[in-house]
């Protein structure tokens, strides 16, 4: 059976007329602001992230700056109160001390750059660094 075009009742609210030119591209800068601050928004977190992620190399790293700052402190005083009895004269024995904080700084400043994260990669390809919701 056909229904019949004018049986239909006209629709309750009037027809709406075209935007204009200047609407429509007051609502495109508009836009153009939302995008550019979500976007603003998403590295802003990335930041914090990567910062959160390089908190630990950081302390490693200044942790064995430090202990290499001790051995020359302690090269300087071992020279005066090294144990003469075990080594046999000062220089000596300053000398171990002294290569045994390096040894560890060295260490410890290797592991700081291996826990460095990778920050060459593309921050919308990590999938830890924005959750799910956010992603482009």
Known sequence: RMIDPAAIPPPL???VEPPSYANLFGRLLKDGEDFARAKLHVY???AVFRASQARAAIALALAGLLLLLAAL???????MF?????????LW????????????????LTLAR???P????????????????ERP
């Open 93 to 108: 024995s300053a000398l171990i001390v002294f290569a045994a904080c390096v040894i560890i700084g060295i260490l410890l």
């Open 82 to 90: 090294a144990l003469v009895s075990v080594v046999g004269s000062f």
């Open 114 to 116: 291996g826990a460095l």
């Open 118 to 133: 990778d920050f060459d990669d593309s921050p919308l390809d990590d999938p830890i660094a924005l959750p799910e919701e």
């Open 44 to 46: 802003h977190r990335l």
């Open 73 to 79: 402190i302690v090269l300087l005083t071992g020279l």
């Open 13 to 15: 609210e009037p027809p």
